[in-house]
């Protein structure tokens, strides 16, 4: 396997890590999933909807409401178990994320051409000695990651289809989101966008 970038201590990028044919495939499998875990444009504890629509895989799937950030082991609206990662999904976490201990969610973030995501930390989960794993695909988007505290200056990258990174360590905490995608920059999925996968130990090991 390729050696990783490093854009800041924690923050590791496998650029084009998946083949054209490994992206197909999982597109095809999260957009099959979809169908028995539709998403949803969750609201805020605050009462905005976010602008991203979103569902999960795997044993736990992360919800937002007017109650507060959490993980379930339940679709919020179908009130059916989630559907399972692919094996596609475990495979790269044993080789990236944890060899030992299995993501128990995985994060599916549909992005249209004017959706977002507001800087944010990824605290929800039990140990952060965990790395939270990103697989993007579809359009590319403008990331942005900062430090530990939202004063802290950040810096901006491309994600690309077939892009793979690993916030751990010191980046396991840092504020990050996606400023835009940049529409029409792939073919990947069918009417355009972005998929963004993000695989997670939510529960202590």
Known sequence: MMTPVSLVPGFDLWP???????????????????????PANYETPYGKAMSVAMTSLGPLGWTSDAAGYRY?????????????????LLDLWTALGDPEVPPDACLVNLYGPEARMGLHQD???????????????GDTAVFRIGGTSRRDPTRSVRLASGDVCRLSGPARLAFHGVDRILPGSSRLVPGGGRINLTLRRARAA
Not at 72 to 88: I, K, L, V
Not at 123 to 137: G, T, W
């Open 16 to 38: 084009g890590l998946l083949s054209p044919d490994a992206q197909r495939a999982l597109v095809e499998a999260v957009l099959a999933a979809t169908k028995a875990a539709p």
């Open 72 to 88: 379930a082991d339940r679709h919020p609206g179908t009130g059916q178990a989630w559907p399972p990662m692919p094996q596609a």
């Open 123 to 137: 605290r929800d989960e039990a140990d952060p000695r965990f790395p939270v794993l990103s697989i993007s695909l």
